[in-house]
């Protein structure tokens, strides 16, 4: 919502001071200025100037030449970015050694060997508005007869003023308004506040022979006013007028249009005017649409309705508006046009938020109903204040008011607890403080024993609790003023033990080299199929682009564009790792899909073992309890080098290496490590237990064991045999050779094992080292048709 | 002058030629040994008589002597002359290594989050967690935000194809994480809740449609909007230096009334909107199963991704999301 000082000024004359202090106030109020610009100022070397001809310049096409009388009678040269001109119209004109409102400093200037001796300006130029498609054609405005060289702050009426641009916030319909902001301001200033008076002259004849409204649906209408104007004609708005609402962000259009927006930007009230004549008997009908029922409405759009959405129809029952929204073309206002009747309503706002959005059709009449507009006798004032600025042109008023009501909020006062709004606030004031503080704003108190009764003012729709209350009390008090505590609860802090054992997996992660990445969740449609998987990721219904439109199952497309955008840029060995969610597709009868946090390691250049290595050093770090690796085939993974990890017998992860297609899918060269953990039910799951071992004092035997053991035989089964062997006395186990070649049969490898002996009690003797070698070569060969290799 | 002088000079001689630990081990035997001229003149001290066996022996004792410490000297300069040789041969560039560890990298936002847990947690909180689907009862109704609320529209949320229309979104801030906890938890409540969050907004410099917030909840018996004042102060001067003031301006949102924007101050003076907090709305409790009667408290929120922004100067957000190493491996 944009406002002018000088109009605020028309309603609180108080209303003074530097503007920035002014923009603090506002800030404070909870209108937040977004934008302040000092208006009107700089002008005073920019005159009327005449267009005598028009021309193309000979060596440029997106520029013409253009002579103009500026009240010499001669002809000025000017080169001019702008087409919109014709001869004999009158723009503003800035001379030879005029400093512009911005600063730009006008000179003579040669533009592409032709002589430009001055500029023609656009309204933005000049600071009166945000036009800046052409220039600004003054013809209209100030009358063909105006002599060229008139200064234009005089012909336009131009004064200094300040321009606000404020974010109002949902819950204040009535800063939607000069008026409301006016209220708000002189409050926080402490200055009157009132409502001009701008009487208007009634005729003889009643509104009631023309006029008739029927609510057929109070839930959609809390109120309808209409009012009927006669000897109506459509002519151009004086400047000032013009000025305004240009200012405010609105396009002048004609003299009932422009005053129609007048009425709507001071007071709030949004209006719709019709042509009398195209409504029948006057008589207009408030329902909810008929499914399916067609509207033309003024914008020229056939559109289809829906129940939720109100109308207006005329007596025979044609819809000739779509309620709070926008209205119909049938019944438009003309040239022709000399009868207008004109409809000041109150929406319910959840009704008109519906259409608004299903019709996609926001507009500043709907923005105002959709918060809350004012049912009070801000509605006459708003009449009256349209009859006012139309008695100009020679409008009548007719007699009397059709006030027809549907459903009203409710405004039965609120008890307000002093001692509670304290509490909230943490604030110490008096029931008296509060009660003034409300009524600098139109809220009406009265005493209640030590609480106050509180009526909330008709322009407040959104406020309609204590709690509601009590906010207009802070904003007044000033939130500056309310002291800072602290809570007074005693609580402990702290990380639950899976953030604990999250943040410690990224730390282990980051010590074995990997770099952290946070792809977002989406997929392009086809990725995971790309990428060997199931093609059945949870979509999104309004994705940003379509590449973005899937919502992942795993980690390893949106790792693999890592790598790959990586490579792509000359980095081609990365070790990457993630932890996110991922969405399962929702499992029967249930509505949100199966989403959890997950882990995946991806390392460019390596091949499985790398990856294995890395679960290794996590199973240590976590203490993973039981931690198996079952080669099988997984979707997406390189058939022959992969595993399923089982954590104390459930599969939690996969580790190995990328299929060889999905990296060429991705355009990846090299293998690519991988790993992924379910890590939310990994850490969630059983845990390992860290026992204590007395390190032992005495002496350790070590014995080496090569064995020949079929390819088809994981070494994973034979280290399960030696520690089950082993027992006790077996300390340590370490792989420290793997063979392949002569003297080894084919299809088959030689193991070499380092097996560590050591007793806790006692120096072990030769025998019985030698009787633990003895049974776990027995036991190896035996359970895996392996053989001691001499 | 000793008489064995010249057997001395001839001893030292032989020793300070030697060139070598080998030569030294050879040469003494020849000099210290039994058949060495020492030696000999040694055993002829038993012919002389007890006077000048006496004189002649202490002679003797003072030439073996020196040539013992001349014998050991050489033995020092030499060993330190092999051991400078030896570790001349081991010498190394250290710059020429070609290095076999390197650390990995936090992302800028887990850093960021973690320094922002970590302060939460010294001032008494816990960390809250909630999934990114999210169903409209949690990210809209049960926080005040009814189907038909205006604000609805502000969210710009990303909808996803489950259930009825508009029923399931990705969840377009964290506040589901306050509903989600309170219908589990007993009050006194004291949780941040960090995490991603979704908007319609297209990548560009300065937005991203996945990003990451934190918001904070409190509720417990007389807490007040000095509270929540005093917590955000409590909390810009922990993270952002105790120089830094805090402040609040009105403002709206359903969840919250009153409601605030809290600015930090800039070193020039002026103040930067941070983001939003207020005290929770009764309306909000009781669509928890919260006695507001009882309970009171405040909630609060603003964007991890942005402080990561703001610390780094980075002119554009979405490097965040790009994983290009070059960017990871600075931080």
């Known amino acids: 919502m944009r406002v002018l000082l000088s109009w605020l000024r028309e309603f609180a004359p108080d209303i003074d001071g530097d503007p920035v202090e002014l923009g603090e106030t506002l800030d404070a109020l909870g209108l937040a200025v977004e934008e302040m610009t000092v208006t009107g100022i700089g002008l005073d070397d920019i005159v009327l100037a005449k267009v005598l001809d028009l021309r193309p310049h000979p060596d440029a096409d997106r520029i013409q030449l253009v002579d103009v009388d500026i009240g010499d009678g001669e002809a000025l040269q000017v080169a001019c970015g702008a087409f919109n001109m014709a001869v004999g119209d009158l723009v503003p004109f800035a001379p030879v050694g005029t400093t512009m409102p911005d600063g730009l400093e006008i000179g003579r200037r040669k533009m592409r060997g032709e002589w430009s001796n001055g500029m023609c300006c656009s309204a933005r130029e000049l600071g009166l508005g945000d036009d800046h498609e052409g220039i600004m054609i003054l013809t209209d405005v100030v009358g063909d007869d105006t002599d060229p060289g008139t200064p234009v702050v005089s012909v336009l009426g131009i004064e200094p003023d300040v321009l606000w641009d404020l974010e109002v916030n949902a819950n204040r319909p009535d800063a939607m308004s000069v008026a409301g902001v006016a209220r708000d301001l002189a409050a926080g200033l402490g200055v009157p506040f009132a409502h001009p008076d701008h009487p208007v002259d009634e005729t003889a004849e009643l509104v009631g022979s023309l006029a008739l409204v029927e609510i057929l649906d109070p839930s959609l209408c809390g109120r309808f006013v209409a009012r009927v104007l006669r000897d109506v004609t459509v002519g151009t708005s004086p400047t000032w007028l013009a000025n305004r609402i240009t200012a405010l962000g609105m396009r002048p259009i004609n003299s009932v249009v422009d005053i129609s927006n007048y009425v709507m930007l001071e007071l709030g009230q949004p209006n719709h005017t019709y042509d009398l004549a195209l409504v029948p008997d006057g008589h207009l009908r408030v329902r909810r649409a008929a499914s399916g029922e067609h509207i033309t409405t003024l914008d020229g759009v056939d559109r289809t309705l829906s129940a939720i959405d109100g109308v207006i129809a005329d007596r025979d029952d044609r819809a000739v508006g779509i309620a709070g929204v926008m209205g119909g073309a049938a019944t438009e206002i003309s040239e022709a046009t000399t009868d207008v009747l004109v409809e000041m309503a109150w929406w319910d706002p959840p009704s008109i938020s519906r259409t608004v959005r299903s019709l996609n059709l926001p507009s500043e009449a709907s923005m105002r109903f959709r918060r809350g507009a004012d049912w009070g006798e801000n509605i006459e004032r708003a009449c009256r204040r349209f009859a006012q600025l139309m008695a100009q042109y020679g409008a009548t008023l007719t007699a009397g008011i059709v006030d027809e009501r549907g459903e009203l909020p409710d405004r039965t006062p609120i008890r307000l607890r002093p001692a509670r709004i304290n509490g909230l606030l943490g604030t110490d004031l008096g029931a008296d403080e509060m009660a003034g503080h409300l009524r600098s704003i139109g809220f009406e108190t009265a005493e209640a024993g030590d609480d106050l009764d509180v009526t909330v003012p008709t322009w407040r729709w959104d406020t309609s609790t204590e709690t509601d209350v009590s906010e207009e009390i802070a904003r007044l008090h000033g939130y500056e003023n309310i002291v800072p505590t602290v809570p007074k609860g005693e609580m402990a802090g702290g990380l639950t033990t899976y953030q604990q054992d999250r943040r410690l997996t990224r730390q282990v992660l980051v010590g074995a080299g990997c770099d952290e990445t946070q792809p977002m969740p989406f997929l392009a449609p086809g990725d995971l199929v790309r990428a060997g998987l199931a093609d059945d990721g949870v979509t999104l219904t309004n994705p940003i682009d379509a590449s973005e439109s899937v919502l992942r199952t795993s980690l390893l497309p949106g790792q693999l564009k890592a790598i790959a955008y990586n490579q792509s840029h000359r980095t081609p060995a990365v070790r990457l790792f993630e932890i996110g969610h991922v969405y399962q597709p929702a499992p029967a009868g249930q509505l949100l899909p199966d989403e959890h946090e997950v882990m995946a390691v991806a390392i460019a250049g390596e091949e499985a073992p790398a990856a294995v290595s890395v679960l290794d050093v996590l199973t240590d770090a976590l203490a993973l309890p039981n931690v198996e690796l079952r080669a099988t085939e997984i979707p997406g993974m390189h058939p022959t080098r992969c595993a399923e990890v089982f954590i104390a017998g459930t599969r939690r992860g996969a580790v190995g290496e990328v299929d060889p297609d999905v990296l060429a899918a991705f355009d990846i060269d090299g293998r690519v490590a991988w790993l992924e953990l379910d890590l939310e039910r990994t850490l969630d799951g059983p845990s390992g237990r860290r026992t204590y071992r007395r390190v032992s004092k005495f002496p350790s035997s070590d014995v080496d064991l090569a064995f020949v053991v079929p390819d088809s035989v994981p070494a994973f089964n034979i280290v399960k045999t030696l520690n089950k062997t082993g027992g006790e006395l077996l300390v340590s186990l370490d792989l420290f050779d793997v063979y392949r070649g002569a003297g080894v049969p084919p299809g088959s490898r030689s193991l070499a094992y380092r097996l560590r002996f050591q007793a806790d009690d006692r120096t072990l003797t030769d025998t019985e080292v030698g009787e633990a070698r003895q049974a776990c070569i027995d036991a190896v060969e035996k359970a895996h048709g392996a053989s001691l290799r001499s | ?331």
């Open chain 2, 1 to 331: 002058m000793s008489r064995f002088a010249p057997m001395v000079d001839e001893a030292i001689e032989a020793i300070e030629g030697a060139a070598s630990l080998a030569d030294l081990e050879e040469l003494r035997p020849t000099l210290l040994g039994k058949k060495s001229a020492l030696a000999g003149a040694s055993r002829s001290l038993g012919a002389m008589d007890p006077d000048e066996r006496k004189a002649v022996g202490r002679e003797l004792n003072v030439a073996r002597e020196a040539v013992e410490a001349c014998l050991a000297r050489r033995l020092d300069s030499l060993r330190v002359d092999d051991r400078r040789q030896q570790l001349e041969a081991e010498r190394m560039d250290l710059t020429e290594v070609r290095p076999d560890l390197r650390r990995g990298h936090l992302h800028l936002v887990t850093q960021a989050r973690d320094r922002l847990e970590d302060v939460f947690v010294g001032m008494g909180y816990t960390v809250a967690e909630g999934p990114e689907v999210e169903t409209a009862w949690y990210n809209f109704e049960a926080l005040n935000i009814p189907e038909w609320h205006p604000a609805r529209g502000t969210f710009d949320t990303i909808f996803v194809n489950l259930g009825e229309p508009e029923e399931v979104m990705l969840r377009s801030h964290t506040s589901p994480v306050q509903i989600r906890t309170m219908e589990v938890t007993e009050p006194p409540i004291y949780v941040v809740a960090p995490g991603r969050t979704f908007r319609t907004d297209a990548a560009d410099a300065t937005h991203l449609p996945a990003f990451s917030q934190i918001e904070g909840l409190v509720i417990d018996r007389g807490i007040t909007m000095g509270d929540l004042a005093g917590t955000i102060d409590e909390f810009v001067k922990a993270f952002f230096g105790g120089e830094i003031e805090s402040r609040l301006r009105p403002s709206y949102f359903p969840f919250t009334e009153p409601s605030a924007e809290f600015d930090i101050s800039l070193p020039d003076g002026g103040w930067l909107e941070l983001g939003g907090c207020g005290m929770v709305n009764p309306n909000v409790l009781q669509n928890c199963g919260i006695d507001p009667d009882v309970w009171q408290g405040f909630a609060f929120g603003f964007g991890i991704d942005r402080l990561a922004v703001m610390r780094y100067e980075l002119d554009d957000i979405r490097e965040l999301v790009n994983n290009d190493v070059r960017f990871l491996r600075q931080f």
